[in-house]
Nanobody, 115 residues
Framework: QVQLVESGGGLVQPGGSLRVSCVASGSIFSIDAMGWYRQTPGKQRELVARVIGDGTINYADSVKGRFTISRDNAKQTVTLQMNSLKPEDTAVYYC?????????WGQGTQVTVSS
């Protein structure tokens, strides 16, 4: 059984910073990708950033230059540093992992950007 457990998130003012982290645990043989998606009510879950196995990083255009994703293969973690946050970044952020050739999701963590 594989689990993705997120931490971080919370409430921040516009222009502020937050960090969300995710650790994968369980019987893990391979992790081919890890990343973050986000979702707001009534909208589809969208990619924020991900790291593919060869180290390739993809960002959504809306977060380029503001968010930075990093992955620690040894610790099986992925971290998203979010700077210059905007109200439109408010969402539930979900950790994603392609582990043992299956898709896994974390439980989600709320990020709210508001004054």
């Amino acid at each position: 059984q594989v689990q993705l457990v997120e931490s971080g998130g919370g409430l921040v003012q516009p222009g502020g910073s937050l960090r969300v982290s995710c650790v994968a645990s369980g019987s893990i043989f391979s992790i081919d990708a890890m990343g973050w998606y986000r979702q707001t009510p009534g909208k589809q879950r969208e990619l924020v950033a991900r790291v593919i196995g060869d180290g390739t990083i993809n960002y959504a255009d809306s977060v380029k230059g503001r968010f930075t994703i990093s992955r620690d293969n040894a610790k099986q973690t992925v971290t998203l540093q979010m700077n210059s946050l905007k109200p439109e970044d408010t969402a539930v952020y979900y950790c994603y992992g392609y582990v043992n050739e299956f898709n896994y999701w974390g439980q989600g963590t709320q990020v709210t950007v508001s004054s």
